[in-house]
């Protein structure tokens, strides 16, 4: 890691000194331009050379000074103190002409100076100053692109790791599979004697902040060996052919480490299906083929592994999952319980907490998080535990944190009309009160109305069970749930607004996904329509499906609303009741509003 940030801060100085040499040669180029312009300032025709010849014949020109190498002539007129300028046509039949007329005693001053060797290289650099800024400019578009230093074509890691599987929680069943994959760095040997093969590559899958970086350093680290990093958009470049050559180039270098693991992040850059097309399509492509060939090109003696990490593999082209490439696949998912427990553990090292926080009981709140989103709470607590001054982290810090990172961050100072004020408390009430007949919604963790991010106000629920499964009765129960808002706002003060906008746009998409995806409409059937990944599929099953499958998304989203309405009008003092304790106190905890829903029951 510190090596990455190394190779991050010298392109980042790397990247300086280009823009500084930028805007350096601009500079000169202006201070030359300007110099000429001062040092040539009279150089404008104020005297025609044919009113020059005139006056040398009447005896009306005094003086005449010239510079060796000039086209321009100073002129000085009797009776006139101001010097005129004329541009010289040819030079030496104009000093040949005046030295005529000084012989045949016309009286003429005439002075011919040396040349500046200064002034005369500023004209040569001047005229050669195109070709100059196109050669600086070739130059570091090449440095740019990394064709400067042999040693410096990518960034990469190629020192041992120090990470470790210990540095790794929440994944024990990815790292039961990995262990095999540091035995092979370990022990070639015994694999080889009993005929298996190692595996040529390994591809991570999963959710962004999963940990599939971290699990790639943690193999090179358990087995000792160089780690080559790399992430799939560096071998993207403008210039063609230059991603098929930074191939060759890390595996060029990976042979000579060997045994080492070749780590490529954001592989999907590269692996992409290849097309027939033209311009960028091609190169990928011919990126992609160079990987395919030097994957296949390994000696059987060569221990070169390559680790993969990707957030979309059905992006992948197929040449690249067959076995012989990335033989093995591993779904990298996201923490169970336990798992975010010892995540939390591993990121609680260094940092002060109070003695009555639980992160057992964080981890219990926290379903669905990745292993990077829990260290930012974390983080993002011991930065507020700072701002207040605090001795130690307490819960009150934590639970402030995730509620920054998950609704945004809380507006004390954004000022609210008491209009929109009520109708928030109102919107917020409805979704509580909704939430709370509804047997699947009715774990209620937070109701408020500080503004937070975006939302004026928002209604937190707990997330303490991990499911592998969502029934359909519970997807329905979500949606209801969803318009208890607008319900709200249409019962209580006759009219809607703008503030159910995300309300909508996630209930649409759970309806969507009901009918499309997860086969939940009778009328539509067991049919899986991924509109994301294949927009064709529903016109092959023609217009009148699609019309079909609007008219099932719009009967989920009505009847929901419709629910939605129903509970609050058969509840409209436990609305009341909410509202106003919103309104006064603006915060809302679990136990208060159960305590406020038992009263009104």
């Known amino acids: 890691m510190e090596s990455k940030n190394n190779d991050n801060k010298n392109n980042k100085k790397q990247n300086i000194t280009i823009i500084i040499s930028v805007i350096l040669i601009i500079i000169t180029i202006l201070g030359i331009v300007l110099f000429m312009k001062y040092y040539n300032k009279d150089e404008d025709k104020e005297f025609s050379y044919t009113q020059l010849l005139t006056s040398i014949n009447e005896g009306t020109v005094e003086k005449i000074e ?17 010097e005129r300028n004329v541009l010289i046509p040819s030079i030496d039949s104009f000093v040949e002409l005046v030295q005529d007329k000084s012989n045949n005693g016309v009286n003429i001053e005439f002075n011919q100076k040396e040349r500046n060797i200064f002034v005369s290289i500023l004209r040569t650099l001047i005229s050669f100053l195109p070709t100059i800024i196109l050669v600086a400019l070739m130059f570091m578009i090449f440095k740019m692109q990394g064709l400067g230093e042999k040693g410096k074509v990518y960034d990469s890691e190629t020192q041992t790791t120090k990470t470790k599987f210990e540095d790794v929680a929440g994944l024990d069943e990815e790292k039961q599979e990995m262990i095999e994959i540091v035995d092979f760095l370990k022990n070639p040997k015994k694999f080889q004697d009993m005929g298996a093969k190692v595996p040529r590559g390994v591809l991570l899958c999963g959710n962004p902040g999963t940990g599939k970086t971290l699990i790639a350093k943690a193999i090179a680290g358990e087995a000792n060996v160089p780690f080559i990093s790399m992430s799939g958009s560096e071998f993207i470049e403008m210039f063609a052919g230059l991603g098929a050559s930074r191939v060759r180039k890390l595996f060029e270098k990976a042979r000579k480490v060997a045994p080492c693991i070749v780590f490529i992040d954001e592989i999907d850059a590269i692996g992409s299906r290849r097309t027939s097309s033209s311009g960028a399509e091609t190169e990928n492509n011919q990126t992609l083929n160079q990987l395919l060939v030097e994957m296949d090109g390994f000696d059987t003696e060569e221990t070169i592994i390559v680790l993969a990490a990707t957030n979309r593999p059905e992006m992948l082209d197929k040449a690249l999952l067959r076995p012989g490439r990335f033989d093995r696949q ?26 009555d926080v639980d992160l057992r009981s964080i981890a219990e709140d926290t ?21 207040r ?15 920054k990172v998950t609704v945004g961050l809380e507006k004390h100072n954004r000022v609210v009309s008491d209009k929109d004020k009520k109708r928030t408390a109102i919107h917020e009430a409805g979704h509580a009160v909704v939430s709370h007949f509804l047997e699947t919604q009715k774990d209620i963790k937070e109701i408020s109305i500080i503004p937070r991010g975006v939302a004026g106000g928002y209604t937190m629920y707990k997330s303490s069970e991990d499911k592998c499964y969502i029934s359909k009765n519970e997807m329905q129960e979500k949606l209801i749930a969803l318009f208890g808002g607008r319900a709200a706002e249409k019962l209580a003060l006759g009219d809607i607004s703008t503030g159910a906008s995300n309300d909508l746009e996630v209930a649409n998409d759970i309806a969507k996904n009901m009918v499309t995806v997860y086969g939940m409409s ?29 008219t099932e998304i719009k009967s989920l989203v009505d009847d929901a609303y419709f629910k939605a309405q129903t509970i609050l009008a058969n509840h409209m003092d436990a609305l009341e009741v909410v509202s106003n304790e919103l309104l006064e106190k603006e915060v809302i905890t679990a136990e208060r509003f159960e305590e406020l829903m038992a009263n009104i029951n």
């Open 522 to 550: 009778e009328e539509v059937g067991q049919i899986h329509i991924n509109l994301e990944k294949d927009p064709y599929q529903l016109e092959l099953l023609g217009k009148k499906y699609g019309d079909i499958i609007g």
């Open 330 to 355: 591993i779904t990298v998912a996201l923490p169970d319980l336990n798992g975010r427990e010892a995540i939390l553990n591993i990121h609680a090292k260094g940092k002060q907490f109070a003695q």
């Open 389 to 403: 001054e605090r001795q130690s982290i307490t819960n009150k810090d934590i639970e402030d944190a995730l509620k």
């Open 367 to 387: 379903a669905g998080f990745t292993g990077a989103e829990l260290a930012n709470i974390l983080n993002e607590a011991a930065i507020i535990a700072t701002i």
């Open 66 to 82: 010239m510079t060796e190498g000039s086209n321009t002539a100073k002129i000085k007129l009797i009776n006139e103190e101001k």
